[in-house]
């Protein structure tokens, strides 16, 4: 498709927006998360040198509040290293002439010429992601006196998360050079569709002007619609991943059945509180949730101090990827339809699209970004509540594994609602598919806007953009152009 890359040039009537900020943003995360991998291997390995593990004070009330906050952090800095993977991965598609889609399933789509982007490192990042999550809730075990909960830190734990940071990090940060020169470091479909234009001019096809994405075979006249149909309908791997989060959810059941009926309790039907009652006397057998204990996973067999952390975290991180591969798969349909109903139809608005926002604020100011972007850690949280490492073993407890499954449950309704909602109005819909944004096109500007731009002699009328209003298209007409 592409036979080079370099610095962008302009198209008709605009300069690409290069969006330095963006990248600069990612240098920054990058640095602050290559920091914070090496702080993470610098405690634990301190952690371990000394002969008493490390303690601090909280009250008891705010002790599942350190894990929620970690995982937010944990979150920030993986989102960051993954905007720098993905830009990688969009444009080194593009040089192997195998880029549609703005949006990608990033760890399972694999770049040719791109070694940081290919199946080996994709693999060992989205293990690294994994282990990150599974090694976040054993970082910190607590130790009640009274009403106060001492936290005593885990060196094998640090050393996982550091060592799975530092991993993404190295990854990231080898997938700069692929994208040292990119024309644009902008997420806005737009920016995206202008730059390969601007390559390549004649990527554009003439006479599409109405022509949508499900429709982008066909070369006939068309009549504007009144609904376009929905990303379930557009987007090829939007199907497979709707069924896979729901495939999550249905395991995520099972799960909880099957611990609630190996559950024990020695209180009846034991709490169900949404935070788990104090478990740290399960060194006596008591615990007042109903739990069921891998006891293979305990003490007994270490030979070292948190030897069971280095044993329970592997065996963590199995149980811990299909929740990750489960919310970086929605990573896809979320910016799917952030493509679609925030960038492209702007153009169809009376204020006209904005591409000069930075990707950080186009992202935010979705609510489809935002609303997945908290619901990551809250997700993770829950898990680190239902699955406790112990040093009597693994303990599964059976109230926090429903309300994880119920958590799950309102994820599959923000998802499934995502991926079947129909746009509205006469604009074709595009979910970012680069040859049909570039198809409906005519005419590049910062602004644009998009609407009815005349009618030939044969009574075929043509749709584009403008830098200025446009009328709305005429129902009744017939497009091309």
């Not at 994208?179 to 004649?202: E, K, M, Q, R, Y």
């Not at 990827?321 to 925030?342: F, K, P, Y």
């Amino acid at each position: 498709m592409i036979s080079s890359l370099g610095p962008a040039s302009e198209v008709p009537g605009w300069v690409v927006n290069q969006d330095s900020t963006a990248r600069k943003m990612c240098v920054a995360g990058l640095t602050l998360s290559l920091v914070l991998s090496i702080i993470c291997l610098f405690s634990g390995i301190a952690t371990r040198t000394y002969e008493e593990p490390w303690t601090i004070s909280v009250p008891a009330n705010t002790k599942y509040l350190i894990p929620l906050a970690v995982n937010g952090i944990i979150t920030l800095s993986t989102e960051c290293l993954g905007f720098i993977h993905n830009t990688s991965l969009k444009w080194a598609l593009l040089a192997d002439g195998s880029l549609e889609y703005n949006a990608n399933l990033r760890l399972f789509t694999f770049a040719k010429r791109s070694w940081p982007n290919g199946r080996i490192f994709n693999f060992t990042y989205l293990l690294a992601l994994s282990v990150c999550f599974a090694a976040t809730p054993a970082i910190i075990h607590e130790e009640s006196e009274d009403d106060r909960v001492f936290f005593v830190t885990s060196g094998a734990a640090f050393i996982y998360l550091g060592l799975a940071l530092l991993a993404m990090a190295s990854i990231s940060f080898w997938s700069f050079p692929y994208s040292d020169d990119v024309p644009t470091w902008s997420s806005n479909p737009l920016n995206f569709a202008a730059a390969v234009t601007a390559l390549d001019p004649g990527f554009r096809n003439e006479g599409r002007c109405m022509h949508p994405v499900h429709e982008d075979r066909h070369t006939a006249p068309l009549a504007p619609k009144e609904e376009q149909k929905s990303a379930y309908d557009a987007h090829p791997q939007v199907a497979i991943i709707l069924w896979a989060e729901y495939a999550v959810f249905a395991a995520l059941i099972v799960w909880a059945s099957l611990v609630s009926f190996f559950s024990k309790t020695q209180t009846g039907a034991g709490s169900w509180s949404f935070i788990p009652k104090d478990c740290s006397e399960l060194a006596d057998g008591f615990c007042y949730a109903p739990h069921v204990v891998l006891g293979f996973l305990s003490h007994s067999i270490a030979r070292f101090e948190d030897a069971y952390i280095w044993m329970q975290v592997p065996f963590s991180i199995f149980i811990q990827s299909i929740i990750t591969i489960g919310l970086h798969c929605a990573e896809l349909l979320v910016t799917v339809s952030r493509d679609e109903m925030q960038a492209w139809r702007a153009v169809a608005t009376a204020k006209g699209s904005n591409t000069s926002r930075t990707s950080a604020t186009f992202a935010f100011f979705g609510w489809e970004t935002l609303a997945l972007t908290l619901m990551k850690p809250f997700v993770h949280w829950i898990y680190g509540m239902a699955v406790f490492m112990g040093d009597k073993g693994l303990l599964m407890l059976c109230p926090q594994l429903v309300y994880l499954a119920a958590a799950w449950a309102v994820f599959l309704v923000f998802v499934t609602y995502i991926s079947f909602r129909k746009p509205k109005g006469p604009l074709p819909a595009t979910y970012g598919h680069l040859q049909t944004l570039a198809d409906l096109v005519d005419e590049w500007y910062e602004t644009m806007f998009w609407g009815h731009k005349g009618e030939s002699e044969d009574g075929i009328c043509h749709a584009g953009t403008s830098d200025k209003p446009l009328p709305q298209v005429r129902m009744d007409a017939l497009y091309k152009g």
